[in-house]
């Protein structure tokens, strides 16, 4: 029978488009790709090898005979070397999470013995004529010439058990594939069946070739790589489809707390699977739809249920399974989530809204100690929109320098004059009410925008002080928030500011509060001890609110301690804890410190620490934070 070899020369183009193309994204970095890579090139030379052993039988008269057995015995062997290499390459896959699995182990035996035995068939076949020979240059199959199709049938009846057995630890792209695997197979039969004269061989390799790229290197746009699980774009799809479909429905977001201690203490790949489990977990949970894995450490889930006491349980089952440990291949570890949940019921949120909102929630989630579920309701719509009008107006204002301040004198008693102040930012928003530091600071925090605003502050100071030579306070408090530490600029930017308005640096006092030192102690402490150097000066702000590590706090190289509001009131009854402060006082004292105390509102409480022998005092009662003009107003009429 001739053999027609058009289907070869088809495969051939088939390959081509997929190794440039492959090329062309250049992904065989890792194992896997090269892996597939070589699957691609040994698929061509095959081919080639087939067409050539072909026209050698072909032409058999006109080429010597050692030539053609070299080429058929070539063509047996990196055929067979290719089947099993593919089926290699199909159990990794299949076990790709699990690298240590001994399944993946005996497979890989067995996959060498098989290849073993087919290379040796080829190497004794020169000898016993078992695959193939010639005589009188007519090439005739031997009694095993159907060996290699042999070997391939055990390879694919061995990944199909090995699929069935495991098939609850694979991914989604390998269910796919497999899936898709018999139906190219029957057809490929088929077609066999119906036109004999056509070699199939090289189809087969391409398609299999096809069929692996498609499912595991093609990078679909909407599917994760790591996970296997649908993307941030494919869930929005999913709430935008849920809403044109106008019913009801729930969603959840599932954040992953703390990711980053697994992978300091696991390394990064070990971490991989763990997030593979829990998408994997989340993936099958009866209540939902199939998991999407919307960022780094966050998933997503629509209820297949609109009730909200289904929420509520399906929420309490995955809670239940965070309380115990994930299990990877080789440890265990027990990771805590996040949880937030929204309910649609024609509001007029897009899915991109929602998405916000899910994510506003899980933030809070986060927030909170025992991390319980934040539903995303009206009242929190109120303050999501609001906060959002507030970083608006505030940005605004960065935008144009725009952040007016507000200074409050600070009384020295035993000077009998206002010797220094404290600058509070003020912030207007377009129809001109004010937004009170309390509500926009910690926004400006959150968001990182802090950075700038204090930039403003800082030179508005300076700008200040050296606009107004006739003002003599010794000092200028400006309150800094953790952000400015992070800065690497930070000190370069601030000797800057001082050297363009020649102000004396150490007119300029910096406070920070114990929450933002215990953010980073080191960083702070670091800063703070170049700054000094270039005579800053630096100021405890609102001791008292919370004294979490008192011996950690004074070993920074403070010269001001400000007492906070809770702690002077405290000062005023009577009792133990108006002794404790007392005895603080007289300590910082002996231990040289100066000290101011806040938020001092009435006569009583001035004679009380004017007793205590307390510094400089601060508070309503003197003044409350004056605009610039009035400020200078203020300290005329002190004169
Ligand atoms: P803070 O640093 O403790 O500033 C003192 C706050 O106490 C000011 O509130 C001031 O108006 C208020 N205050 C002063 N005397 C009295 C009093 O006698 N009674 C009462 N009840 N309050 C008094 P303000 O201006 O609303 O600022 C609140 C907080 O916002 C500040 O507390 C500070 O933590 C933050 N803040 C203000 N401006 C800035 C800034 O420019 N940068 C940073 N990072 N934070 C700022
Ligand atoms: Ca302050
Ligand atoms: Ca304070």
New binding site residues.
């Given amino acids: 029978m001739e053999f027609s070899l058009k289907m070869e020369v088809i495969s051939i183009i088939i390959i081509g488009v997929l190794l440039s193309y492959y090329n062309e994204r250049q992904k065989g970095v890792n194992l896997k790709n090269r892996c597939f890579r070589f699957c691609l090139h040994l698929s061509l030379i095959s081919i080639f090898l087939n067409i050539l052993a072909v026209w050698g039988i072909r032409f058999s008269s006109e080429i010597p005979l050692f030539i053609n057995m070299l080429l058929s015995s070539a063509y047996y062997l990196v055929t067979c070397f290719l089947g099993e290499l593919v089926t290699a390459y199909l159990f990794y896959l299949i076990f790709e999470h699990y690298p240590h699995h001994v399944c993946l182990k005996k497979s890989f035996t067995i996959i060498g013995i098989i290849f073993g035995a087919e290379a040796l068939l080829v190497f004794l076949n020169y000898w016993n004529h078992w695959l193939f020979y010639f005589q009188d240059n007519i090439y005739y199959r031997g009694p095993l010439n159907a060996i290699c199709y042999v070997g391939l049938m055990v390879d694919v009846i061995i990944v199909g058990r090995c699929y069935y057995l495991h098939r609850d630890i694979v991914s989604g792209a390998m269910k796919k594939a497999m899936r898709t695997m018999p139906y190219i197979i029957c057809a490929v039969m088929l077609f066999q069946l119906l036109y004999r004269d056509v070699m199939m061989n090289g189809m087969v390799t391409a398609l299999a070739d096809l069929i692996i790229f498609i499912s595991f290197q093609s990078n679909r746009i909407d599917e994760d790589y790591l996970t296997g699980l649908q993307n941030r774009g494919a869930f929005l799809e999913e709430l935008t489809s849920r809403i044109n479909r106008k019913k009801p429905f729930h969603v959840i977001l599932v954040g992953i707390n703390q990711f980053d201690q697994i992978n300091r203490k696991f390394g990064q790949k070990n971490g991989d699977e763990f997030l593979f489990e829990i998408a994997k977990y989340l993936n099958q949970l009866n209540q939902c739809s199939a998991a999407y894995r919307i960022s780094n450490l966050t998933f997503g889930l629509v209820c297949k249920n609109e009730t909200c006491n289904h929420v509520g349980s399906c929420i309490e089952t995955m809670k239940e399974r965070f309380e115990a440990p994930w299990k990877i291949e080789n440890t265990e570890y027990k990771l805590s989530a996040s949880f937030s949940d929204l309910y649609w019921n024609q509001n007029e949120w897009d899915a991109t809204q929602i998405l916000e909102r899910l994510e506003y929630a899980l933030r809070m989630s986060k927030k909170r100690e025992n991390h319980d579920c934040v539903h995303f309701d009206e009242q929190l719509n109120e303050k999501m929109e609001r906060q959002k009008y507030v970083l608006e107006q505030l940005k605004d204002a960065i935008e144009r320098k725009d952040?007016s301040?507000?200074y409050?004198p600070i009384y020295c008693w035993k000077d009998d004059v206002f010797c220094s102040c404290?600058?509070?930012?003020?912030l207007y928003d377009k129809n001109g009410e004010l937004i009170?530091?309390?509500e926009f600071?910690p926004i400006?925090?959150a968001t990182g925008v802090?950075q700038e605003?204090?930039w403003i502050?800082v030179e508005k100071v300076c700008s200040f002080l050296s606009g107004h030579p006739e003002v003599k306070l010794k000092g200028v408090?400006?309150?800094?928030?953790m952000q400015?530490f992070l800065d690497e600029n930070m000190v370069g930017k601030m000797d800057q500011l001082i050297k363009k308005y020649q102000v004396e640096p150490n007119r300029i006092k910096l406070?920070v509060?114990e929450r933002t030192i215990s953010q980073n102690i080191e960083k702070v402490h670091q800063s703070i001890l170049m700054l000094q150097q270039k005579g800053v000066g630096f100021y405890l702000?609102?001791f008292g609110v919370g004294y979490s590590n008192l011996s950690s706090m004074l070993a920074l190289p403070f010269e001001t301690i400000?007492l906070?509001?809770s702690l002077v009131d405290k000062a005023m009854c009577d009792g133990k804890e108006s002794r404790i402060v007392n005895a603080m006082v007289g300590l910082f004292l002996e231990e040289g410190y100066s000290i101011v105390a806040?938020?001092?509102?009435s006569e009583e409480t001035v004679e009380k620490l004017m007793k205590l022998n307390v510094d400089r005092i601060?508070?309503?009662?003197y003044s409350?934070?004056l605009n610039e003009k009035d400020f200078l107003e203020f300290l005329q009429n002190q004169e």
């Avoid at 806040?598 to 509102?601: I, Q, S, W």
């Fill in positions: 952040i301040i507000s409050q404290e600058a509070l930012a003020r009170s530091p309390g600071i400006a925090e802090i605003l204090t502050i408090s400006i309150n800094l928030s400015q406070e509060t702000d609102d400000k906070d509001k806040e938020g001092v509102e601060q508070g309503f009662y409350k934070p």
